[in-house]
């Protein structure tokens, strides 16, 4: 039989991070500096829009920003950055190079809080409207200069084809199939969002199952507050709906009132459970502005609308047509010091690695914990979960694995307010 290898973690950094939270958001710009026929200086002025969008940065502060419908010009985004975000004294955003491979009118683009956020890379994905872009960005710890360590994540931002016809539902379809593929041939991160006004009207569509029912499933996307359905005009989906913010149209902004969920944000599994450092909180995701209480209506209709202060709510009406879609990340930096010192004897962990039949893990605790132990691959899809009570002092637990297959797993204990994730190996 051979010797298990056990690696002591008492007290381990990973065990005893200070937790920091970035605010992700989302938003349809709706022809910011683009002028058509419909869309023009007079009902839809660039000058006008920084003001009601220094409004709303100025109250949402966003960490992450992906925007959808802005003019097809650098100048244009650089707007974005020092009219709307870089103003009134601050200085902290910072935006991703612009892309525009095929000469879209309208484009997507990132921005982001440079004293949190760093850029590694960014990838391009033509499709026939408009590029899919995607990014890797790192977590900026404040310890990252003395353990060299950081977190990375993947954020995709896309604006698939509007409209309601076969054709165009067909059209979203390829757009997501070209994400998929992308991201099924390429080695990114396990840490994925994808954001922007997908022009949705139901999980039917085979563009949303593409998202989120792939047959890879390590690929896969989830809806953080898990509303799947039939959105268009649903009330069941009122307090979800981002379009329409008006009941009538100027030629510009479309009527209706709120009835359509096209703007999303969704995850990848391993940022649903938190698998990899970086956790969503489905709790904290909201369409900023609805208040649940004006389906099929402006928001600025009776009933009063208290969802945000009643400056911010002229400024998203006369804005865009789009409500801004917002969520927290919760991001636990490798080494970054101790959350609380009287957690110091939160937990020591042994457990045997590399692993054949079974799994040893010795467990010390100062008190009483509930424990959840789960194994997963790589990518996030869970293998093994079990929850079990561990008493003060060392507790033994041993779990069968005879059913993995050989690989690399990562083996992810949590005591409900401290989690330690690390690599697994079964040979």
């Known amino acids: 039989m051979k010797k298990s290898l056990f690696i002591f973690l008492l007290f381990s950094p990973l065990l005893l991070v200070a937790q920091d939270t970035l605010l992700y958001m989302q938003y349809n710009l709706l022809n910011y500096g683009n002028y058509t026929s419909y869309c023009t200086t007079s009902n839809n002025n660039i000058n006008n ?20 419908e802005m003019a097809g010009s650098n100048t244009t985004a650089q707007r974005l950055l020092y009219n709307t975000l870089n103003c009134n004294g601050t200085t902290i955003y910072s935006k991703a190079d612009y892309v ?22 960014q990838y391009t994905i033509p499709t026939t409207y408009r590029d899919i872009l995607i990014y890797k960005l790192f977590y900026k710890s404040p310890q990252l200069a003395v353990n060299h360590d950081t977190i990375f994540f993947v954020v995709i931002a896309a604006h698939l084809k509007a409209g309601s016809s076969t054709s165009d539902m067909q059209e979203r379809a390829f757009e997501t199939t070209a994400l998929m593929n992308y991201l099924g041939s390429h080695s990114l991160h396990a840490n994925r969002i994808v954001s922007g006004d997908f022009n949705l009207y139901g999980v039917s569509e085979q563009a949303y199952q593409n998202l989120i029912n792939h047959s890879n499933t390590n690929i896969r996307f989830y809806d953080p507050v898990n509303k799947a359905g039939e959105w268009n005009g649903n009330s069941f989906y009122a307090p979800y709906h981002t379009q329409s913010t008006h009941t009538y149209s100027n030629d510009c902004f479309a009527s209706g009132g709120l009835d359509d969920r096209f703007d999303f944000i969704l995850v990848s599994q391993s940022i649903m459970n938190g698998i990899q450092q970086v956790q969503c909180l489905p709790q904290t995701y909201k369409a900023i502005g609805n208040d649940g209480l004006h389906f099929n209506d402006a928001i600025i209709d009776y009933p009063v609308n208290n969802n945000v202060p009643s400056n911010v709510l002229d400024a998203l009406y006369n804005m865009s047509d789009h409500l801004p879609v917002t969520m927290k990340i919760k991001i636990n930096p490798p080494g970054t010091g101790i959350d609380n010192p009287r957690e110091i004897n939160s937990f020591g962990i ?49 779990f069968s694995v005879s059913s993995l297959k050989k690989g690399i797993y990562l083996l992810k204990v949590s005591d409900g307010r401290n989690i330690l994730v690390k690599k697994l190996v079964k040979e």
């Open 49 to 68: 829009k920084d003001t009601y969008l220094q409004t709303i940065f100025s109250y949402i502060r966003p960490d992450i920003l992906t925007v959808n």
């Open 100 to 121: 525009n491979t095929n000469g879209s009118d309208l484009v997507s683009a990132l921005y982001y809080n440079n004293l949190k956020i760093g850029i590694v890379n």
């Open 350 to 398: 042994n457990f045997s690695n590399p692993v054949q039949e079974s799994l040893s893990i010795k467990i010390q605790t100062p008190s009483t914990r509930q424990l959840e132990i789960k194994i997963l691959a790589i990518t996030g899809q869970e293998f093994f979960t079990k929850k079990t009570n561990a008493n003060p002092g060392e507790n033994l637990l041993i």
